[in-house]
């Protein structure tokens, strides 16, 4: 079996430059995944790994290959000086995989016939990213789409703080024209959280097919989503303030139509 010891590896390096740059996980099309829940989501999910590092004081190779189960996945045993210089937690297991990003294509989503979508609109933050996926996940929905995107979903920070939900949901991203118009072609309701001309979200229908679409609280979302949507709702706020984080935003909306639908 390989092995790597030092940090200085040119492989490690451009293992690094993976985690780093956005450019090179989209010209290789590969991104780390890091822990061995977060993997076994990916494997869940329908990802293709390519490479395991693993720290064998850690975890075993009969340990990999039982989580694994293919024989076409190349495991590399690394030092622990390799192990921190790619690793983001210390609590993770001793294992990194490199894995096959995933087409994000509107068109690639398969829907139910009643579906509930969460629309997010430039988002920023990969916390806020991790959250809402998590929220996501929670809720069991269709679909998340990510409108006009500010950051690359396979983030090592996104991967991380979505704790794997980034594999359990399905995920599009587009324009936000291109979104409102796959809605509206696939006969789905769009509900836009705004200040705007909005109505109570409790008050709303959600149990037929829906979208609920969020924005940032900096900016809210764009006029397009507010001028187009079927209703405009807002989240009553009775303190000082007048938004919350975009991913306890969601939260609330998801589980009012869950509620709605019976969960």
Known sequence: M???TSVQNPFIKSLVQLQEKAKVRKQ????LIEGKREIEL????G???ETILFLPE????KEIK???KSNSVELIEISKEVYQKLAYRDTTEGILAIAKTKSLALSDLKLSKNPLILVGESLEKPGNVGAILRTADAANIDAIIIANPKSDLYNPNIV???VGCLFTRQIAVGTTEEVIAYLKANKINFFSATLQDSTEYHSQDYTTPTALVVGTEATGLSEKWRTESTKNIIIPMQGEIDSMNVSVAAA???FEAKRQRGF
Do not use: C, H, M, W
């Open 66 to 68: 039982n989580l694994v």
């Open 2 to 4: 390989k092995q790597i």
């Open 28 to 31: 290789t099309g590969t991104f």
């Open 58 to 61: 850690i975890i075993s190779e």
């Open 252 to 254: 609330i909306l998801l």
């Open 160 to 162: 991380r703080s979505s």
């Open 47 to 49: 990802y293709e790994l």
């Open 42 to 45: 990916a494997l869940k999910g």
